[in-house]
């Protein structure tokens, strides 16, 4: 029985252009109902999109855990968030301080140090003068010249040119030669740029999405358009290479506090280069993750549910000095380390409490998910979304595209939930 005392959690979404997976998110928390929690006690949860406003910063906020996919380009919820990380102790995914402080450079640092294979990378400075009044006076005296042919040779063509804080391919181009180099240095302007060695001729693009504990890598293919990168394909990596790619995520995320985020992986032969894993608060939409659509959601809710039933406290410092004290062993091969940060990743995440949980606790997750999917609410989201998303002639051809795909999952579901 439920008591007046038991406690309620409100999950507050922090959200721009999309409704997709919020409607999805809001209708299947409230079909998911009240957890009972291993002692007994019943946890409620009401999810409220976010509204910006002004606000005092001794105002007690009400949500107790946000989901935010708005404050990376709007700066008036980035303040909040701070505010309610800094003074509230609001769980987030992810926190301002650690997508904001650190970005793909900062991965890119992180994974060198920590000893994967990051292709070899050269920050240059800016192309253009930046627009302060202290710049020409600094430039002139301490700007070393240099000879961006030399550092592009050491590098080794060909390369890709790509901001440091990247995101959306927005200034990514891959270069062959001298001449190709020098056009994208003078056309990058006031962007910080990186030379990275191509990894040429990869077997495969492994690109992981993480939420908590859990993690779904996908087969990608970025040559396509965006309703065809994720390829349904469920053993496109051994199960040691697939379990790396999961290893590195997992690292990378629990190294920065990173608790929903998009990791980029080139696999090679027996090796996995890590080429951007800094994507935080990544696109989750019905159109972008059709068939991995309803992992991503029982991942989200998995997650928001397990922190707030069980009191997880939110983690903004850093523990980098157990992550390098692995690095930094000359006794440790490659592997083993990645075995080492594991168990410090999964210590972070409470991988192990986590899985008991959601056995334990949400055992009808599974169902309600299926039975939403299979059902009319979600075709009629589908149909919204489509409409929405693409033009009018192209329609009914999506409309399908994703009904079958996302009808294919239905099937597997099915089948994994009663085989036989
Ligand atoms: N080192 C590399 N080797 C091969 N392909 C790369 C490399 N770096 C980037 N790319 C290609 O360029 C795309 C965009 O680069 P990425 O670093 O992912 O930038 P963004 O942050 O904009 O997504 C990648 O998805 C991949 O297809
Ligand atoms: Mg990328």
Redesign the pocket.
């Known amino acids: 029985m439920a008591s007046s005392t038991d406690p309620r959690h409100l999950i507050g979404l922090l959200l721009g252009t999309e409704d997709d997976w919020p409607t999805a998110f809001e209708a299947l928390v409230r079909r998911l109902g009240p957890v009972i929690d291993a002692s007994g006690t019943s946890h409620s949860f009401d999810v409220e999109r976010i509204t910006i406003e002004p606000f005092d910063l001794r105002d007690k906020p009400r949500y107790e855990l946000v989901i935010d996919r708005l404050a990376y380009w709007y700066h008036v919820p980035r303040k909040w968030l701070k505010k309610v990380a800094l003074m509230d102790d609001v769980y987030l995914l992810n926190s301002p301080f650690t997508f904001q402080a650190m970005e793909?450079h900062a991965a890119y640092c992180a994974m060198i140090r920590l000893g994967l294979k990051v292709?070899n990378t050269t920050l240059v400075p800016y192309k253009n003068p930046i627009d302060h009044d202290k710049y020409v006076y600094t430039a002139a005296r301490y700007n070393k010249p240099f000879d961006l042919d030399a550092v592009a040779g050491r590098v080794g063509y060909p390369l890709?040119m790509?901001p440091y804080d990247?995101?959306?391919?927005?200034g990514?181009s891959?270069i062959r030669n001298n001449s190709e180099l020098h056009q994208a240095y003078d056309e990058s302007g006031e962007m910080l740029m990186h030379l990275?060695?191509?990894?040429e001729g990869?077997d495969v693009?492994a690109r992981s999405l993480s939420i908590g504990a859990e993690t779904m890598v996908m087969r990608f293919r970025?040559e396509l358009p965006m309703h065809d990168r994720y390829a349904v394909d469920h053993a496109f990596l051994t199960p040691e290479l697939g379990d790396e790619v999961v290893t590195i995520g997992r690292l990378v995320n629990a190294f920065f506090r990173w608790e929903f985020n998009s990791c980029?992986t080139?696999v090679r032969g027996p090796d996995v280069?890590p080429?951007?894993y800094a994507?935080a608060c990544p696109d989750v939409a019905v159109t972008s993750l059709h068939y991995y659509f309803p992992w991503a959601m029982k991942a989200l809710i998995k997650w928001s549910v397990f922190c707030l039933a069980t009191g997880r406290r939110p983690r903004i410092d850093l523990d980098t000095r157990r992550y390098f004290e692995i690095a930094d062993r000359d006794d440790l091969s490659y592997d083993d380390k990645l075995a080492a940060y594991r168990k410090l990743a999964d210590e972070y995440f409470d991988t192990e409490r986590y899985a008991d949980f959601c056995a334990s606790r949400l055992p009808d997750l599974d169902e309600i998910m299926l039975e939403w999917i299979a059902g009319p609410d979600f075709e009629r989201l589908l149909t919204d979304t489509v409409r929405t998303t693409y033009p009018p002639v192209e329609k009914d051809r999506f409309q399908s595209h994703f009904r079958g795909l996302l009808g294919a999952w239905v099937t597997d579901e099915q089948r994994r939930l009663s085989p036989g």
């Open positions: 793909k292709p890709f790509k990247g995101g959306a391919w927005r990514v891959r990275q060695a191509s990894v990869y693009f970025p980029e080139l280069h080429i951007d994507n």
